[in-house]
């Protein structure tokens, strides 16, 4: 079978489709409700996140959205994953609901996370353990951010 696709105004794009080939979607949790995490807190995760990148040995790969667990280091040529499987992620955005504040909004797996016995709370577990946040504690939805006023107008230093 074969996919054809064609973005507006780009060239066609087209994709052969392997036979008998199964489609596995990734498994998702929507983090409800959604875990908040001071600014600070986040960038103590990123940081030992990066101590132990799949780049340099570890299972992490960090990026500004969130962070990637994998089953080892990456050792493929160049730099690439080679045999290291994804395991899964947790997504973040900044500056909600306040500023200075992050946002867990949604923790997924790979077919290869649950193959290997994790869980969408396992992988949350272990990224929230490289700042020493505990999923289950209070310290994760604390301090309370402050409420945002929907009447305050932005200054133009926060508009962008």
């Not at 066609?12 to 990734?26: E, G, H, Q």
């Not at 996140?49 to 299972?59: E, L, Q």
């Not at 969408?120 to 301090?143: E, F, H, K, Q």
Request: glycine share 10%.
């Amino acid at each position: 079978m074969a996919l054809h696709v064609v973005p507006l105004g780009g060239p066609t794009v087209s994709v052969k489709l392997k036979d008998n080939a199964i489609a596995v979607p990734a498994l998702a949790s929507q983090v409800r409700p959604a875990l908040v995490v001071a600014e600070r807190e986040t960038r103590e995760l990123l940081a030992s996140a990066n101590r132990n990148d799949v780049g340099i040995g570890g299972p992490y790969s960090a990026g500004p959205a969130g962070v990637q667990v994998w089953d080892g280091p990456f050792n493929g040529p160049s730099g690439t994953h080679g045999t290291a499987k994804h395991l899964g992620s947790v997504d973040w955005s900044y500056d909600t609901p306040a500023k200075h504040y992050v946002t867990i909004y949604r923790v997924m797996i790979t077919q290869a996370g649950v193959d290997a016995g994790e869980t969408t709370y396992s992988i949350l577990t272990r990224v929230l353990n490289l700042a020493g946040l505990d999923a289950d504690g209070t310290r994760v939805t604390l301090p309370v951010p402050p409420a945002r006023d929907p009447f305050r107008r932005m200054s133009m230093s926060e508009a962008g």
